[in-house]
């Protein structure tokens, strides 16, 4: 079985910076695609960030500049920085993963709990 744990959220001031992270653990054979996504009380799940395997990155709008996306194949782990944070932003960030899992061989879609990012003064 494969698990997603997200980590780094919290709150924190406009302006400021955070740092998530997203651990992908159990039988994986390789990772493709991994992004970050979030959902603000009464909107829907927006995609924030996406990576594939070889590295190519896309962003929302919203966060393009400020937020970087960036994994560590070694360690099945992508990660969200996000910079100069602003109170839209809050949300519940997830992320979703694409995994090739061995024994037995099957390639699922994967998601996190969930973690909280809130931005406020």
């Known amino acids: 079985q494969v698990q997603l744990v997200e980590s780094g959220g919290g709150l924190v001031q406009p302006g400021g910076s955070l740092r998530l992270s997203c651990a992908a653990s159990?039988?994986?054979?390789?990772?493709?695609?991994m992004n970050w996504y979030r959902q603000a009380p009464g909107k829907q799940r927006e995609l924030v960030a996406g990576?594939?395997?070889?590295?190519?990155?896309n962003y929302a709008g919203s966060v393009k500049g400020r937020f970087t996306i960036s994994r560590d194949n070694a360690k099945n782990t992508v990660y969200l920085q996000m910079n100069s944070l602003k109170p839209e932003d809050t949300a519940v960030y997830s992320c979703?993963?694409?995994?090739?899992?061995?024994?037995?061989?099957?390639?699922?879609?994967?998601w996190g709990q969930g973690t909280q990012v809130t931005v406020s003064s």
């Open positions: 979703y993963a694409i995994v090739v899992a061995r024994y037995p061989t099957r390639v699922g879609e994967y």
């Open positions: 990576i594939t395997s070889g590295g190519s990155t």
């Open positions: 159990g039988s994986i054979f390789s990772i493709n695609a």
